[in-house]
């Protein structure tokens, strides 16, 4: 076994629970690695991808401080393909290997890696260093719900949102691992307690 942890890839759709599934992994002491959270570190002011973004977008998605205005891009290149590809060619690379280098100076057998949109930036594709790949998963219904009870969307911005996003058959078919969380927090507790203890079981073996 590598003397690096081992990286779970945890992915989901909007509304899936994907963010209270990490969460109840770190009540298990299992280190967490967040793809949004290092987006935002890289685009804020004096982060890493600030000089590129600021080659390829106009002035105007930048705020006052030098950091990007994350909202005002995202609304932009929502319903640009161009932009967005522009856009994801610049962080994504960036961001894939920061999250490889804290999951390596992770403690522990095995590291969660938290990445909304897995499935839509690697595909079928398994990179050498990902260990498994755990689906956060609901039926849509219930993910619609979610969304709309936290934000107040329409379900026509909801649909527009998962048309974007791979689809829940995509996303099952590279799970290693599938957390049912179709429930309530307790029960995708007990979901989450048993993959744990699985997990750390085949780390030692």
Not at 131 to 153: L, M
Not at 173 to 202: F, K, Q, T, W, Y
């Amino acid at each position: 076994m590598s003397a690096n942890p081992r990286a779970v890839v945890i992915t989901g759709g909007v509304g899936s629970g994907k963010s209270t599934a990490t969460a109840l992994f770190e009540e298990f002491g299992v280190r967490v690695v967040d793809a949004d959270a290092i987006s935002r570190e890289v685009t804020r002011r004096g982060g890493e991808a600030i000089p590129a973004l600021r080659v390829a977008f106009d002035e105007k998605f930048f705020n006052s401080d030098g950091g990007l205005d994350r909202d005002q891009l995202r609304a932009y290149v929502f319903g640009d393909t161009d932009a967005r590809s522009k856009l994801e060619a610049i962080v994504h690379p960036i961001v894939a290997r920061k999250a490889r280098e804290a999951i390596a100076q992770a403690p522990g057998p095995y590291v969660i890696y938290s990445v909304p949109l897995w499935f839509e930036i690697y595909g079928h594709t398994r990179p050498n260093w990902v260990w498994k790949r755990v689906v956060v998963d609901c039926p849509e219904p219930v993910q619609k719900q979610r969304v709309r009870d936290r934000s107040g969307w329409s379900d026509e911005i909801i649909d527009s949102v998962m048309r974007r996003q791979a689809r829940r058959d995509e996303r099952l078919m590279i799970a290693d691992h599938v957390l049912d969380n179709s429930g309530g927090v307790p029960e995708l507790r007990d979901r989450v307690a048993a993959l744990h203890c699985l997990l750390s079981a085949e780390t030692r073996a």
